[in-house]
C-alpha cells in the first residue's frame, strides 16, 4: 500500500516533487512574482539536467558513448518523462507569471479612455485641385522624346530600296 497514487510521483525526487507541488492551482495562486521567478528558474535546472541526463542516456543505448555509470543505460523513459513532468510544472508557473503581467480590463478602459481624451480632432484631407483659383493646365504623361521626321523617311526609303533590288 505504499506504492504512490500519482505516477509522476514514481518518476521524481523528494525535492522536485516538492517544487512541482508548488505550481498546482492551490498554491501556485498564493505565491508572488518573486516566488514564481525563483521557482520557475529551479524548475529549468531540474528540467535541463533532466533532459542531459536523458540525451546521455540516448547515446549509450546507441552505442556513441561509454556508460557514466556501472551499468550501461537500456532505455530513458523514466528520464524523459521526468523531464515532461518538470516542463509542465515549467509552464504552469510561466502562464502564472503571464497572469500576473495581464492587465485588468479596468486599466485597460482607463488606459482607452485616457488616449482618447487626449487624441487630437479629426483632420479631414484637403479637396485637392478646385475650381476657384481657375483652369490650371495638366501636365502631360506622353514621352517628351519624340522621333525624327527624317528619320522615319530614311528607314522607309531604305525598305523600299531593298525591295527594288529583290524583284529585279
Given amino acids: ?19 512541482v507541488q508548488q505550481t498546482r492551482p492551490p498554491g501556485i495562486s498564493e505565491r508572488s512574482r518573486q516566488e514564481l521567478h525563483a521557482l520557475a528558474r529551479r524548475l529549468r535546472q531540474a528540467r535541463d539536467r533532466a533532459h542531459r541526463i536523458g540525451w546521455q542516456q540516448k547515446r549509450e543505448i546507441r552505442g556513441k558513448a561509454d556508460p557514466k555509470g556501472a551499468t550501461p543505460a537500456r532505455d530513458n523513459l523514466g528520464t524523459e518523462a521526468k523531464a515532461k513532468v518538470l516542463a509542465d510544472a515549467l509552464a504552469r508557473v510561466a502562464a502564472a507569471l503571464r497572469q500576473l503581467d495581464t492587465p485588468t480590463q479596468a486599466e485597460v478602459m482607463r488606459k482607452a479612455v485616457a488616449l482618447k481624451a487626449t487624441k487630437a480632432a479629426p483632420r479631414h484631407p484637403s479637396a485637392g485641385r478646385t475650381a476657384s483659383g481657375g483652369m490650371q493646365p495638366k501636365t502631360s504623361r506622353r514621352p517628351t522624346v519624340r522621333a525624327d521626321p527624317r528619320e522615319i523617311g530614311r528607314v522607309s526609303q531604305a525598305v523600299k530600296v531593298a525591295q527594288a533590288k529583290r524583284d529585279r
Fill in 1 to 19: 500500500m505504499n506504492e504512490p497514487t500519482n505516477p509522476e510521483d514514481r518518476l521524481l525526487s523528494v525535492a522536485e516533487r516538492e517544487i
